[in-house]
Nanobody, 116 residues
Framework: QVQLVESGGGLVQPGGSLRLSCTASGRIFSIKTMGWYRQAPGKQRELVATITWGGSTDYADSVKDRFDISGDNAKNTVYLQMNSLKPEDTAVYYC??????????WGQGTQVTVAS
């Protein structure tokens, strides 16, 4: 199994920045991709950004040019740098990993609130 622990959420004003972290432990060798998803109240969970162990990235159109996903393999940690935040970015952000055997693991979520 893989365990994921997220941190870095909080309250920020529109236009501000936050950085989320997700640290993996357990069967690290099995990880194929890691990513961030978010779920706003009353909405479905949606993809924000993903990164493969090799460093290839993918982003939702709504966050391109504002968010940046990166990884530190030595620390088994993935980061999501969020800039130019908007109120519509308010959501619980979840870290997810997919293994080479297509097992899914989720973190507990961290709240991001963008408000003045």
């Amino acid at each position: 199994q893989v365990q994921l622990v997220e941190s870095g959420g909080g309250l920020v004003q529109p236009g501000g920045s936050l950085r989320l972290s997700c640290t993996a432990s357990g069967r690290i060798f099995s990880i194929k991709t890691m990513g961030w998803y978010r779920q706003a109240p009353g909405k479905q969970r949606e993809l924000v950004a993903t990164i493969t162990w090799g460093g290839s990235t993918d982003y939702a159109d709504s966050v391109k040019d504002r968010f940046d996903i990166s990884g530190d393999n030595a620390k088994n940690t993935v980061y999501l740098q969020m800039n130019s935040l908007k109120p519509e970015d308010t959501a619980v952000y979840y870290c997810r990993t997919v293994t080479h055997w297509n097992d899914n693991y989720w973190g507990q979520g961290t709240q991001v609130t963008v408000a003045s």
